[in-house]
């Protein structure tokens, strides 16, 4: 079956680093685009970064840009979000995703293309 599993969350102060991971089993990874998902008490879910297949290309919301990096180890079927520069604002649970794709180089996700999510790892921030 397949599992994505998070892990690297916790409670960190304003101004720390953390770095989230996925664990995947069950699919061939290398046929999937990942990424990170957000959802905060009394928000939506959103987007916050992409990776294409390869890891050649990624994309971010514009309010984490120059502080959060996503990358992937196809060797290991392992997909990371080095988060730096913590803000109070970043407090949420993340769930890692997975989309199936055919296509090379498309690091961008939604909602509704999303194949498979992870349970989640809950990241707070204090200030």
């Known amino acids: 079956q397949v599992q994505l599993a998070e892990s690297g969350g916790g409670l960190v102060q304003a101004g720390d680093s953390m770095r989230l991971s996925c664990a995947a089993s069950?699919?061939?990874?290398?046929?999937?685009?990942m990424g990170w998902f957000r959802q905060a008490p009394g928000k939506e879910r959103e987007f916050v970064a992409g990776i294409s297949r390869t890891g050649i290309s990624t994309y971010y919301r514009n309010s984490v840009k120059g502080r959060f990096t996503i990358s992937r180890d196809n060797a290991k079927n392992t997909v990371y979000l080095q988060m730096n520069s913590l803000k109070p604002e970043d407090t949420a649970d993340y769930s890692c995703?997975?989309?199936?794709?055919?296509?090379?180089?498309?690091?961008?996700?939604?909602?509704?293309?999303?194949?498979?999510w992870g349970q989640g790892t809950q990241v707070t921030v204090s200030s």
């Open positions: 995703a997975a989309e199936f794709r055919t296509t090379f180089g498309v690091a961008t996700m939604t909602l509704e293309g999303i194949d498979y």
């Open positions: 069950g699919l061939s990874f290398s046929n999937y685009a």
